[in-house]
């Protein structure tokens, strides 16, 4: 750690001199391609038209469904000729499937209608629940009633109202319901197969139910049907991406493209939002009835937000922001959609200082939990990290610390732990020491010298805040399972059997520093003890039972890290995040906000319908995978300073990756050498290469190892250097390597960039180790 330390004071000694608030990024000017092409681009899901994205295929038929050609035909699951038209009478039943996981408004190019048809559409994200009756959004139902639309006469394109924007989904159900006939007699009973539908008043056709002739047999020809894509409005061009991440698992490759994807959908136009149709009642009155569902409601300002996910709740979420940020910062950095999240919970800030639980339709009646408090502020650094934004900082910065100040007030100096919503809590008091943390850092950046306590108030304040609080921690520390117990309620706490050791918890005690106690040899305990839980779907989290939760495993990886067992969190991710990617019943596109126990999604059994399958919060992969094993790390506001610290694992040959920020191109790859001589005999093995190039007017270091020295050097231009994992002589375990032309043979490919060349000294050359194997 001491080299840490040391390399931290040099960063921030050079910083102090690169003025950081120069170049703050243009949030109206993302990129309209790609700024790294390769052949990473094929694990890219978001479409290169979003205003028009088409199923792939149909999933299943049943009933009045066939071609509308001169010689009429069943149409059966699998077909799907584009321009090809499809009718569609009185009980057809038409499902489709899109390749991924999608959301917008969906329209419909109309060949022809007869007798006044209507027909009723069916949401799903899940293949489990693909049919009659569509998924939930909302927080009153265990399913979302079907959305009927009623053509009249006209035909042509005809789209869903923007009221109904569909947020996630990735199979879509067409049925035209049963019109029985009306006999002199009593009215009889109504078919079984008749659902009430939610009514949709397209294309502006008006009807009452008993204005139906009875006698009539309505049908429509529909020739085309596509997608409106309203997510990411920041990006014209989904597939622009910013950054990427390639290694040699494509199981990791895929995880951080789904990651990527995940959060472009959750990212919304801010008018677009809230699905929690009976709490945005408290705020818009409206008078929807029970089933309905809408997505009109408006959650920030600005022209693009990020949300806690695609489909469901669709409003800002502190957690899922801040897990959300590093992934959008290496992905598409869309730092606009984060900064309108964090105004639109800071517009909401109450009298006292304090931050509303979440964004609007929350903030208007005191909703308040303190963990969300925290983790808004928390957002704050992850925003001005990685956008280098100082003047939103320093306007914000009055606000910000009041919000701090509502928090450290509540330490109790008699547990030296912060009061949560079930006693003195493990989470609150471990997030405030990160958050003090956070705000030490905060303050340094701004360079505040104004000794009025508003602005600068002494760090020694917030030094002794965090002492107290780890000690109020560690005193929740249980020898027996080498966890911290929940809070100190009598039956949650050690050495009560039943106690409760939450996973989110514990590993923001890892993330704060805050783990270490003098019955643990070190912090690893903790997390080798998290590790020791898991089940073959994931990491449990005993505070939500029977679930499995992406968003905590997310920052379980994190912990992990923080306790140098990188490997623990790369075995974490490939366990969990591969289930969510490849178990029957998800998209295979984008990442759920939940699993049960035993492996199936849901939100909170037995709620199935309920759960998002794509959730900003379980898309930490994609930030981890960058900073954590690709090693490019943000240390100072827009990347005006930043370290390398690779860790390939023993699942990963190689790996490379890059970001941008206002101040240009990131890019880091490493690869498993090993030297040979001229005849390719080996000579040494074990050993990695690695390249890195920052932009000029950065300051940077790479860091092997806490037990090695770090190298710092300025950003400009491409450095390598070659790492020995073994000690031999006196030769040094790390040397830079000479990249000058003729130094190097580059791969004949992109997809085999690791097989490049270099010279080494004593003729020797350092290739690519094919004798690794990876682990499964």
């Not at 139910?209 to 529909?222: E, F, G, L, Q």
């Not at 049960?596 to 981890?624: E, I, K, L, Q, Y």
Request: glycine residues 10%; charged residues 20%; contains cysteine.
């Amino acid at each position: 750690m001491a080299t840490i330390r040391r390399l931290a004071a040099f960063i921030l000694l050079l910083v102090s001199s690169v003025d950081v608030r120069a170049k703050n990024i243009d949030y109206a000017a993302l990129p309209d391609e790609t700024l790294f092409p390769g052949p990473w681009e094929r694990y890219i899901k978001a479409p290169a038209d979003k205003t028009r994205i088409t199923p792939a295929r149909i999933l299943t038929t049943f009933g009045n469904v066939t071609t509308s050609s001169a010689t009429p035909r069943a149409v059966t699951p699998g077909d799907h000729v584009p321009g090809q038209g499809i009718l569609i009478g009185p009980e057809g039943l038409l499902t489709l499937e899109f390749d991924e996981n999608t959301g917008g408004r969906v329209c419909f190019d109309v060949e022809s209608v007869g007798d006044d048809p209507e027909l009723y559409l069916s949401y799903s994200e899940s293949p489990l629940l693909s049919g009659k009756l569509p998924d939930a959004t909302t927080d009153r139902s265990h399913g979302d009633l079907p959305l009927q639309i009623e053509f009249g006469t006209q035909t042509g394109v005809v789209c869903v109202g923007k009221d109904f924007v569909r947020g996630g989904f990735k199979y879509l159900t067409i049925r035209m319901p049963v019109y029985p006939v009306l006999g002199s007699g009593p009215a009889p009973f109504p078919h079984r197969d008749v659902l009430p539908g939610q009514h949709v008043l397209s294309p502006g056709v008006e009807r009452r139910k008993s204005d139906r002739d009875p006698y009539a047999t309505p049908w429509v020809s529909i020739r085309n049907l596509w997608v409106d894509c309203t997510a990411f409005p920041s990006q014209a061009q989904g597939r622009a991406y910013s950054g990427y991440f390639f290694s040699s698992s494509n199981l990791l490759n895929r995880i951080w493209y789904a990651g990527a994807y995940t959060l472009q959908l959750s990212t919304l136009d801010p008018s677009e939002g809230s699905s929690m149709i009976d709490y945005n009642r408290l705020v818009d009155n409206n008078k929807s009835p029970a089933g309905s569902w809408y997505s009109n409601f408006t959650i920030a300002n600005g022209t693009t937000v990020i949300a806690d996910g695609a489909k469901r709740n669709r409003i800002v979420s502190p957690i899922d922001l801040l897990l959300a940020t590093p992934g959008i910062a290496v992905s598409t950095h869309d730092m606009l959609a984060v900064r309108n999240a964090l105004d639109a919970l800071f517009a909401h800030q109450y009298a006292d200082g304090s931050l509303p639980r979440a964004g609007p339709p929350f903030g208007f009646h005191g909703e308040f939990l303190d963990t969300h408090h925290l983790q808004a502020l928390l957002g704050v650094h992850a925003y001005v990290k990685f956008s280098g934004d100082m003047t939103w900082l320093t306007r914000r910065w009055p606000a910000y610390l009041r919000a701090v100040n509502v928090s450290v007030a509540k330490i109790d100096s008699n547990t030296n732990l912060l009061p949560g919503q079930q006693g003195h809590s493990l989470e609150a008091s471990a997030l405030l020491s990160v958050v003090l943390d956070k705000t030490m850092t905060l303050a340094r950046w701004l360079g505040d010298d104004n000794d009025s306590t508003t602005h600068r108030p002494d760090d020694n304040l917030w030094a002794a805040a965090r002492a107290a609080l780890h000690k109020g921690i560690q005193s929740l520390y249980c020898p027996t399972t080498h966890l911290h117990a929940a809070n100190l309620v009598e039956s949650r706490r050690c050495p009560d059997p039943d106690h409760l050791a939450p996973q989110a918890g514990n590993a923001w005690a890892l993330i704060a520093g805050a783990a270490a106690h003098p019955s643990s040899s070190s912090s690893s305990s903790v997390s080798r003890a998290l590790s020791a839980r898991w089940l073959p779907a994931g990491a449990p989290a005993p505070e939500t039972p029977g679930l499995l939760s992406p968003l905590a495993s997310s920052l379980e990886l994190a912990a992990h890290a923080a306790a140098r067992r990188p490997a623990a969190a790369v075995a974490l991710l490939l366990r969990h995040w591969a289930h969510l990617l490849d178990a029957p019943g998800f998209t295979n596109s984008t990442l759920a906000a939940g699993v049960a126990v035993d492996g199936r999604g849901r939100a909170r059994p037995p709620d199935d319908a309920r759960t998002s399958h794509c959730a900003a919060g379980a898309a930490g992969p994609t930030g981890f995978l960058t900073e954590h094993v690709l090693g490019a790390v943000v240390a100072a506001p827009g990347g005006g300073a930043w370290t390398v610290r690779p860790r390939l694992t023993p699942w990963l040959g190689w790996v490379r990756g890059g970001f941008a920020t206002a101040r240009g191109l990131f890019e880091v790859r490493v690869a498993r050498v090993v030297a040979v001589d001229r005849r390719g005999g080996v000579i040494r093995g074990g050993g990695q290469v690695v390249e890195m190039t920052a932009p000029g007017g950065t300051v940077g270091g790479f860091v092997w190892d806490d037990d090695r020295p770090g190298i710092e050097f300025s950003g400009g231009k491409t450095v390598a250097f070659i790492v020995w994992e073994d000690r031999v002589g006196s030769a040094p375990p790390v040397e830079e390597l000479d990249v000058s032309p003729g130094r190097r043979t580059e791969a004949d490919c992109e997809e085999e960039w690791y097989l490049q060349v270099f010279l080494y000294r004593n003729d020797m050359r350092l290739v690519y180790d094919k004798a690794f194997t990876a682990l499964p």
